[in-house]
């Protein structure tokens, strides 16, 4: 059994006078012990709403829907789990690196007390073994002068450190799964580069489970086992990443793909770009949500949603045109 299960989960927003908006609709993925899965596409997809549905953090007395199934360590249901049972499973054994970690971080308290306060939640840590913890724990996600450190506000820490705190915080207490929303987004290239290495040797070192959700193909390539590419709410494609990078099916993979610079395209070689925005949808009820910005558009995309079809080497795809098969490649 995978450690997470999900099935048709769904998160829908609902206020009045306004239409009501499914955010997430039907996404299904699972989760192996010491599996990096990546959650891919743009803003808007569905990406984050689907992490706050499994750690439970989505207001749901304001107008918010949540269905389906996530199934964790055998037999909790996140998506059904109480309030007070939630408390002790977020940090102790599902945590999550939230997307910006200055608005994350509390301003008026510094890390020192922001780091204990999980030690003394979850596993009875107080005084100076707390503190001492804390201090290894900084120490760990590469933070210089980490005893300093902890007397110091996130706003006296760079981007970069105050990234690697809440790394530190979301790890204190060894979770088997690791929820990581762009955890290096804002970040330069070299930092970005620390903070991906650091989290390859989180999930080598101690085998927790990391649903990395990203819009940058680059962390994909670096990082994920398996790549599940969201477009308004669904699951367009999912593949192993090796599959997926060297023949996308789908026309939104490919155009993402196409979308990146390469150092092996050609002198003065175009990037292609996906026309429209993520504005441009159609209903998945009607057809293909991709249709009105898709250059394969056919007529079999619109009045039937498109069923999602699996391929070889579990490489899935939900499109009636998809790109054409160049050659087998092993997972």
Not at 1 to 20: C, E, H, I, N
Not at 158 to 180: D, E, F, W
Not at 306 to 320: K, N, T
């Amino acid at each position: 059994m995978p450690l997470l299960d999900v099935k048709d989960l769904s998160v829908t927003f609902a206020r009045r006078g306004q239409r009501t908006v499914r955010a997430v609709d039907g996404v299904s993925f699972s989760v192996e012990a010491g599996q990096v899965v990546g959650l891919v596409g743009e803003s808007g997809c569905g990406k984050s709403v689907t992490s706050l549905a499994l750690m439970g953090l989505l207001p749901k007395q304001r107008g918010v829907t949540v269905g389906g199934s996530a199934i964790f360590a055998d037999d909790t249901d996140l998506l059904k789990t109480d309030e007070r049972t939630m408390r002790d499973i977020r940090g102790r054994d599902v945590a999550m690196i939230f997307q910006d970690p200055l608005s994350s971080l509390n301003p008026v308290v510094p890390i020192g007390v922001q780091v204990t306060e999980v030690l003394t939640r979850h596993r009875g840590m107080t005084g100076d073994a707390a503190r001492k913890e804390a201090t290894d724990l900084l120490n760990k996600v590469g933070i210089p002068d980490p005893t300093r450190r902890l007397k110091e506000y996130p706003h006296q820490l760079s981007g970069g450190m105050r990234q690697r705190a809440l790394i530190a915080m979301a790890v204190a207490c060894k979770p088997r799964l690791l929820i990581a929303d762009e955890p290096t987004t804002a970040l330069d290239v070299t930092i970005q580069a620390q903070i991906l290495e650091l989290l390859r040797g989180l999930v080598r070192e101690s085998g927790t489970a990391l649903i990395m959700i990203t819009h940058d193909l680059g962390v994909v390539a670096g990082i994920c086992d398996t790549v599940n590419v969201l477009y308004a709410g669904r699951v367009v494609e999912s593949a192993r990443r090796k599959p997926l990078f060297a023949e996308p099916r789908h026309p939104y993979t490919h155009g993402l793909l196409g979308s990146v610079p390469r150092l092996d395209s050609g002198r003065g070689e175009k990037l292609h770009a996906i026309r429209g925005s993520v504005r441009d949808v159609l209903p998945w009820p009607d057809g293909c949500a991709f249709a009105p910005r898709c250059d394969r558009q056919v007529d079999a995309c619109v009045g039937e949603p498109p069923a999602l079809v699996e391929g070889i080497h579990r490489h899935a795809y939900r499109c009636v045109n998809p790109e054409p098969a160049t050659a087998e490649v092993s997972s």
